[in-house]
């Protein structure tokens, strides 16, 4: 049910054009998937999503488990039917979420112990745990349980982390059951390349349908990140998709793609359209600066989404100032759309063999600095 076809590379870069087949639809890539944490990508319906052609969403396995709980979503036919979106869904395995919690983690060779942050009730997930949640769930991808580190942390931290983690998912892979999930396994290493590479070679052994790129964007300077990327996706299977977790910044995505990546996720477009901030070609916009007050051009004249074409940007300043919840969604629709713009240009230019040029037209605009 799952194959990636690699449909053509850029003959300057390692930028990839493929497509991802999957049960609930195919996912055409360099591609930005919207999250939906708790079953629903904030402020968006899922109508207006696929009006902006989004492929796939994010749900978190951690959130979904505390509230509504599985079996909730088990007897709505899973998340598909749970929340009525018809399309591709990856969970993430809640690591990060268990793992950002430090406070009241206990780490053992076999699991985690974790307290709720509902109602402080104390739960443990092993590796085997995880994949039954996650089945329960019934996305189309799923992540393996894997421990991320904070940033900074030392090389000996790190490297338990990465053997932990490749065991955790060895045992996810023996312990997942369902035909129609692709399970994806996750990279680790912190900022150091030795033991990137080294989760890389050991999770690449597993042969699993597809691999993420974990542990970054913690914290660490972006550019500490992309240079090492390039390496760290040079280390994996060529005819398998990389996903770089948690990185949705307009000009990372723009430079990753250029180092191999193919999917990637973040909060970023939709939780600072709730804060009054709009992504566009000139960099990011601050919706309640005075300068817009009387301002009637649109928020982005280079933009042809939905928001764009219906309404200026004193309507916005008005609607954000005044904490009209109307602002926070238009923002979104604006958000979201430039990202899964930006990466269908991504495609249209790996496919015509320009991508070299697109990245550099990128990094020479207005905007590439302002991200």
């Known amino acids: 049910m799952f194959e990636y076809d690699l449909i053509t590379t850029d003959p300057g870069c390692a930028a990839r054009r493929g497509c991802l087949h999957t049960p609930h639809g195919d996912v055409q ?3 930005f998937m919207p999250v939906g944490t708790q079953a629903t990508v904030k402020g968006i319906t899922n109508a207006q999503l696929e009006d902006l052609h989004a492929q796939i969403i994010l749900a ?4 979904l488990y505390l509230r509504p709980g599985v079996d909730v979503i088990r007897e709505a036919g899973g998340i598909h039917g749970f929340m009525h979106w018809d399309h591709p869904v990856l969970t ?31 739960h443990r997930w092993t590796p085997e745990d995880n994949m039954r949640v996650q089945e ?8 393996q349980l894997d421990q ?17 983690s ?9 312990a997942h059951t369902r035909e129609d999930q692709a399970l994806f396994g996750i990279v680790q290493g912190g900022v150091f390349e030795d033991l990137r590479l080294e989760s ?41 998709p990389r996903y770089l977790m948690g990185v949705g910044n307009p000009t990372t995505l723009v430079r990753a793609v250029a180092l191999g990546v193919d999917m990637f996720d973040c909060v970023l477009p939709t939780r600072t359209a709730r804060m009054g901030t709009a ?93």
């Open 200 to 240: 890389a070679q050991r999770v690449s052994e597993l042969d699993l349908p597809g691999y993420g790129i974990g542990g970054y964007s913690v914290g660490e300077d972006h550019e500490l990140m992309l240079a090492q990327l390039g390496a760290v996706t040079a280390a994996l299977p060529a005819h398998k």
């Open 60 to 63: 978190n396995t951690y959130h």
């Open 279 to 371: 992504f566009s070609s000139a960099g990011r916009m601050n919706m309640r600066n005075a300068k817009y007050a009387r301002d009637f051009g649109p928020l982005d004249a280079n933009c042809d989404c939905p928001v764009c074409r219906e309404h200026t940007r004193a309507y916005i300043r008005h609607l954000v100032k005044m904490d009209e919840m109307l602002g926070g969604i238009l923002l979104t629709i604006h958000n979201l759309h430039f990202l899964l713009d930006l990466m269908r240009r991504a495609r249209e230019a790996i496919e015509a063999g320009e991508y070299v040029a697109f990245e550099r037209a990128w990094m020479e605009s207005e905007a590439a600095n302002d991200y």
């Open 92 to 122: 993430d395995s809640g690591g990060f979420q268990i793992f950002s919690l430090a406070d009241t983690l206990e780490l053992d060779a076999d699991g985690v112990n974790f307290r709720s942050i509902v109602d402080g009730s104390k």
């Open 29 to 31: 890539t360099p591609i």
């Open 136 to 143: 329960a769930i019934g996305a189309d991808i799923i992540m």
């Open 148 to 164: 991320c580190t904070h940033y900074p942390a030392t090389k000996e931290e790190v490297a338990a982390a990465v053997e932990r």
């Open 166 to 174: 490749a065991n955790w998912a060895a045992r996810c892979k023996a």
